[in-house]
């Protein structure tokens, strides 16, 4: 079963509470972990792992808390699944440490676990956090909106038209 850590998916819940406040202020660690029925210790510890590289930024004294160091549509899933979770790596022979696996050097399937493990990878960067705040609903909605109105709209500039528009018949 491929699976993320419940540090991991705390966490991305945590960063759709920062991305939806509109606001951008400081949210205490305590506040989070009401909002979001999470034992405060580990809403304490995903906040300062997301700190260290760079998600958050942490704000001291006594209106202090975290920020979000860069809009949400700027941090993908990747970037804290690997913060929290490390490397994205179907199998061991992809982690970080060659050498883990016995039949590595002659293994058959690993190019294919590599093209696999590729393609989470970039799936998993290009999903932010900003899109993890909409609900999927709303996202489906979006695309489907926009498809109709470039239906209706006709050929965007700059794509061919089709043998059976007005603008390609010659």
């Known amino acids: 079963m491929l699976r993320i850590s419940r540090l991991t998916d705390y966490g991305i819940v ?3 509470r920062f991305a939806s406040d509109r606001t951008s202020s400081v949210h205490a ?3 989070l972990a009401a909002e979001a029925r999470i034992p405060a210790p580990t809403v304490s510890k995903i906040l300062k792992i997301l700190a260290h ?5 942490s704000h001291r004294g ?4 975290f920020s979000l160091a860069r809009p949400a549509a700027e941090v ?3 970037e804290v699944i690997e913060a929290l979770d490390g490397p994205i790596a179907m199998t061991e022979c992809l982690g970080e440490e ?5 039949i590595e050097s002659g293994c058959p399937v690993r190019s294919n676990w ?9 799936a998993l960067r290009g999903l932010t956090i900003a899109d993890m705040a909409r609900p999927a609903f709303l996202q489906h909605r979006a695309l489907a909106t926009a ?3 470039g239906a209706a709209n006709g050929p965007q500039a700059g794509t061919p038209p089709t043998s059976g528009s007005a603008s390609g018949a010659r």
Do not use: F, P, Y
Request: one cysteine or more.
């Open 14 to 16: 945590l960063l759709t």
């Open 29 to 31: 660690a305590k506040d």
């Open 53 to 57: 590289v760079g998600v958050l930024e």
């Open 62 to 65: 006594a209106t202090g808390g």
């Open 76 to 78: 993908s899933v990747a």
């Open 98 to 102: 060659a050498g883990t696996c016995d």
């Open 114 to 122: 590599d093209r696999i493990n590729r393609t989470v990878r970039d």
């Open 147 to 149: 498809t109709v109105l």
